[in-house]
């Protein structure tokens, strides 16, 4: 155990050395307007299963128009779990909120860094009613875009995007809760746990294919309890409109996730892995130096902890405020 932290911290050093991945950088074009559409794919690495934060599916929220910011954030997620081992239907309402600080810095035309903090409130209603709120863990990501076409509005264009991020714990892990239905009614995992990703786009004109896929590998916390990883992927279109300075983004997509099964003193925890599929919708604007989006997921298919939690929905929103201006403007 002593050689796995050992690991993990030689590894959250190594991140501020080794530049880490998650978006694409693609150039859409008008005749009178020249702009970077960048996906921020949020890859974040604050939770697991049923959202006790907004986790990578829960990629929660993105902004495509501007690549560099500060801004805060909100995600709201909806499920219906049953009370405990012995209920045999699902009637706890469970409410899942974060609000998060987050920013995006340019290291140069193809390093960023991303780094947010989260403020969680969730709730039980029902028989078992309960809450919690307070600071979630700290979440870094490096950036590294690997392909960047510059080639003329009229012609096909491609990039492709790498990261690592790294979940730092700062919440307190609470062990009652993880014994409950939904495990994931946390504020933080008490791990320390990294993300892997890949993003690659395909653009003509204004219009645009998105694929991501990322991975969540979780790690083991101070009570020996570990969340199942987590892998997600994202099949998206999106077109651009321009208006002046206006600028709109829509956004349709499919995302499908996996959650494998958690363990606890190295033993699998049973009912506890499951998969949720989402129809997504989006839209996002930006004018000067602002930038503004809201995000629908509406559940498609739901099998989450066996069964036992069914996702209803998930909403968010953004606003964030540019710290440069694009080069390419």
Not at 79 to 100: G, L
């Amino acid at each position: 155990m002593q050689n796995f932290k050992s690991i993990q911290m030689k590894l959250y050093i190594n991140l501020f050395f080794v530049i880490l991945f998650i978006p694409i950088s693609l150039f859409a074009h008008t005749e009178n307007d020249s702009i970077v559409i960048s996906h921020l794919y949020d890859l974040e690495l604050e939770c697991d299963a049923c959202g006790c934060s907004a986790t990578s599916t829960s990629n929660g929220i993105e902004n495509l128009i501007n690549s560099n910011f500060v801004g805060i954030r909100y995600l709201h997620q909806s499920y219906k779990a049953k009370e405990d081992a012995f209920s045999n239907k699902r009637t706890q309402k469970q409410q899942f909120n974060t609000i998060q600080l987050w920013a995006r810095i340019p290291i140069n035309n193809r390093i960023d860094i991303n780094a947010s903090i989260p403020y969680h409130f969730h709730n039980k209603e029902g028989k078992n009613s309960s809450s919690i709120s307070g600071i979630g863990d700290l979440n870094m990501m490096g950036i590294v875009k690997v392909i960047q076409s510059n080639t003329s509005s009229n012609e096909l264009k491609h990039g492709l995007s790498t990261a690592i991020g790294l979940k730092i714990p700062i919440a307190k892990f609470n062990q009652a809760n993880a014994e409950t239905t939904n495990p994931s009614f946390q504020l933080g995992t008490g791990s320390w746990d990294t993300q892997f990703a890949i993003n690659y786009q395909l653009a003509f004109k204004n219009s645009t294919l998105q694929l991501v896929t990322d991975y969540n590998l979780k790690g083991e916390n101070k009570k020996k309890y570990k969340f199942g990883d987590q892998w997600n992927q994202l099949i998206q279109l999106q077109h651009l409109f321009i208006n002046n300075e206006l600028k709109i983004l829509g956004k349709v997509g499919f995302q499908n996730e996996l959650y494998y099964k958690n363990e606890q003193f190295g033993e699998t925890i049973p009912k506890s892995k499951g998969k949720a599929q989402f129809a997504k919708l989006g839209l996002e604007a930006a004018a000067q130096k602002f930038n503004f989006g809201i995000e629908y997921f509406q559940p498609i298919l739901s099998d989450l902890n066996s069964g036992e939690i069914e996702v209803k929905n998930r909403i968010g929103f953004f606003f964030n405020y540019n710290l440069f201006q694009s080069k390419n403007k």
